[in-house]
């Protein structure tokens, strides 16, 4: 018995010099949870300080809710909100990129909060408290909603189907869809015309002759109003309006469509 007693007190105290492992036992010799031994002032491994559930971590993980690199939904409500703080002039995107960075790290600074650039819990609600709820179309400012199904007319032929509910353009041919991108179309006293059309005409340098503004890659569909590229769409997104055409903010999308669309195409345009 002498014998076993030293043995085992030799045995733990190598094991605490190596950091090992011990497996314990119970009454009945069977093994239950290792128990970990640490050397004095060694750094734990984040095994060896990770928390039980319902128990209190010893070394709580920082409170950031979204950092560089980050995506998702909630980014994109942050990027919405700094923009209606005026931190923030581009997207909102999605995409926690360099300049929700540094909108992020002056609206901290403004408020004595450290500019660190990530949002943390009380960065967040301090934004929250001076920003209201964006809607829809403060989250897509700049496009990028999905593009609903396909109006039943635009399954046939060559078409331009046109959803103002989502303010996308499909480029469909023989009901399969080609390419997708985001639109705006007209104000409320110059509305897009809702309806079945052609293309009648294409122009790829155009200016208008009743308001004197670009409208590059034109492909008109019904009197004056045409899908072409917006500068204006481009830089501001859904906070502004075209006269009645189908404005795009994509020049390179734009560019190819151009290319493959014909004079005689359908362009449906519905909600």
Known sequence: MGRAIVATAALSALLAVCGCTVQGTDADGKHHLPVRIELPGAKASPSATASTPGT?????????????????????????RLRQADWLFDGPTGTYDD????AVAGFQGKRGLPKTGETDKVTWQRLVKMTHEPGKWDLYLMGGQPAGAPDPRCLTGRVLCIDKTTRTLRWMIDGRTVSTMSVRFGAQYTPTRDGVFHVYWKARNWVSTLYNSPMPYAMFFSGGQA?????????????????????????????????????????????
């Open 56 to 80: 209190p971590s010893a070394a709580p993980a920082a409170n950031v809710l979204w950092s560089r690199g980050d995506s998702g939904s909630g980014v994109r409500e942050l990027q919405a």
């Open 99 to 102: 300049l929700t960075e540094q």
């Open 227 to 271: 899908v072409h590229y917006s500068y204006d769409f481009s830089a501001r997104g859904y906070a502004g309006g075209s006269h009645g055409c189908v404005n795009v903010r994509d020049e390179a999308a734009i560019a190819s469509l151009f290319a493959q669309v014909r004079t005689g195409d359908k362009v449906v345009v519905h909600r």
